[in-house]
């Protein structure tokens, strides 16, 4: 945890109780009908959380895309970061990408890049983003990236992932701590995915599966994690892991840095080095001038950093040739019934 979080999370923690209060009450407030929530005519599945930071949503997102190619969908993120301000954002129309990182945002640009075909767009208000989608683009259903506290759109499939290492941070809600709402907000959920389990954890992600259900009996527990792919170079070409240099300095800025630098190591990656930079880091002269630094002493032949990351980096020169390793979710077939089953039951 970054110090800057710690400090907030410290001087947070009286008001924690107000404001999962507030959360509840407006959660009761949807539940009761006091607020409406919009029907869109497609089934619509939302990808999200409970906790602030990573849990693996992007990636999920993509399995979800490539997973539901017939059904013609559409992905609406929020767009965090990005400069377009528009009601309606249209990174990607599914042929052409038409807004750059800065615009879109991250997120969305990367899932833009990685589907091709996939139309993607950004809106604050996910009721506007998905019916530009239906009216506009033809979706045949609707992927909400992020989308778990978005309540005022109706969703036929809820899913609430949680990273392994992570699980619910301090168990605390905001501003005291990790978690975005009371716990209590899980049972709006349709199923849990445990993401990023591996070896290394896997006797952790079973006593969160107990854990979860045995809280929330009859919301089924699914654990997910990552298949190594592949190396992308820098200028978008892909080669084989076993083609790549004998060594690496590995950076990145995410959210859970040493989760990546695991999976680097898990895939065979051998790491002379690593760097951890802030979350959503843009990589300007002065980051780039301290990784030059930082790694100036390595005897790595390359740098790799995650793919996410490689989008920022386009067109920085660097000291060294730069890749980013490329991964997919692994789910078992458990899972993609479930969603096809309750998508299909939706109509």
């Given at each position: 945890?970054?110090?800057?979080?710690?400090?907030?999370?410290?001087?947070?923690?009286?008001?924690?109780?107000?404001?999962?209060?507030?959360?509840?009450?407006?959660?009761?407030?949807?539940?009761?009908?006091?607020?409406?929530?919009?029907?869109?005519?497609?089934?619509?599945?939302?990808?999200?959380?409970?906790?602030?930071?990573?849990?693996?949503?992007?990636?999920?997102?993509?399995?979800?895309?490539?997973?539901?190619?017939?059904?013609?969908?559409?992905?609406?993120?929020?767009?965090?970061?990005?400069?377009?301000?528009?009601?309606?954002?249209?990174?990607?129309?599914?042929?052409?990408?038409?807004?750059?990182?800065?615009?879109?945002?991250?997120?969305?640009?990367?899932?833009?890049?990685?589907?091709?075909?996939?139309?993607?767009?950004?809106?604050?208000?996910?009721?506007?983003?998905?019916?530009?989608?239906?009216?506009?683009?033809?979706?045949?259903?609707?992927?909400?990236?992020?989308?778990?506290?978005?309540?005022?759109?109706?969703?036929?499939?809820?899913?609430?992932?949680?990273?392994?290492?992570?699980?619910?941070?301090?168990?605390?809600?905001?501003?005291?701590?990790?978690?975005?709402?009371?716990?209590?907000?899980?049972?709006?959920?349709?199923?849990?995915?445990?993401?990023?389990?591996?070896?290394?954890?896997?006797?952790r992600a079973e006593a969160i599966n107990r854990a979860l259900n045995?809280?929330?009996?009859?919301?089924?527990?699914?654990?997910?994690?990552?298949?190594?792919?592949?190396?992308?170079?820098?200028?978008?070409?892909?080669?084989?892991?076993?083609?790549?240099?004998?060594?690496?300095?590995?950076?990145?800025?995410?959210?859970?840095?040493?989760?990546?630098?695991?999976?680097?190591?898990?895939?065979?990656?051998?790491?002379?080095?690593?760097?951890?930079?802030?979350?959503?880091?843009?990589?300007?002269?002065?980051?780039?001038?301290?990784?030059?630094?930082?790694?100036?002493?390595?005897?790595?032949?390359?740098?790799?950093?995650?793919?996410?990351?490689?989008?920022?980096?386009?067109?920085?020169?660097?000291?060294?040739?730069?890749?980013?390793?490329?991964?997919?979710?692994?789910?078992?077939?458990?899972?993609?019934?479930?969603?096809?089953?309750?998508?299909?039951?939706?109509?």
């Open positions: 945890m970054s110090e800057h979080l710690r400090l907030l999370y410290t001087f947070g923690r009286p008001f924690s109780p107000f404001y999962s209060v507030a959360m509840s009450l407006r959660a009761a407030f949807y539940q009761k009908g006091l607020f409406k929530q919009q029907r869109l005519p497609v089934p619509v599945i939302s990808v999200g959380n409970l906790t602030l930071g990573g849990t693996g949503k992007t990636p999920m997102v993509i399995y979800l895309a490539r997973l539901l190619a017939a059904r013609k969908p559409v992905i609406v993120s929020r767009g965090y970061g990005g400069r377009a301000r528009e009601r309606v954002n249209v990174v990607s129309d599914g042929r052409t990408i038409c807004l750059t990182a800065p615009a879109a945002g991250d997120e969305p640009f990367f899932l833009a890049e990685n589907l091709p075909g996939v139309p993607v767009l950004t809106s604050r208000n996910r009721v506007d983003g998905g019916r530009y989608a239906v009216e506009h683009l033809g979706a045949g259903a609707v992927i909400l990236d992020d989308g778990f506290q978005h309540l005022g759109l109706w969703r036929d499939v809820n899913l609430a992932l949680f990273k392994v290492d992570s699980f619910l941070g301090n168990n605390r809600v905001f501003p005291g701590g990790d978690m975005r709402e009371p716990l209590k907000a899980l049972e709006r959920a349709d199923c849990f995915v445990l993401t990023c389990v591996d070896e290394d954890n896997r006797k045995k809280r929330f009996a009859g919301i089924p527990v699914f654990m997910t994690g990552f298949r190594p792919l592949s190396l992308v170079t820098a200028d978008g070409g892909e080669i084989a892991l076993a083609d790549g240099p004998a060594s690496f300095f590995g950076f990145c800025g995410l959210a859970n840095p040493h989760s990546f630098q695991r999976s680097l190591q898990l895939a065979g990656i051998k790491l002379d080095g690593f760097q951890v930079f802030r979350d959503h880091c843009r990589y300007f002269k002065p980051e780039l001038d301290f990784l030059h630094k930082q790694s100036r002493g390595s005897a790595a032949q390359a740098y790799i950093t995650s793919e996410k990351d490689l989008v920022k980096l386009q067109g920085r020169q660097l000291a060294k040739p730069l890749y980013a390793l490329r991964m997919e979710v692994a789910a078992g077939e458990d899972f993609d019934r479930f969603v096809l089953e309750k998508l299909e039951s939706a109509g």
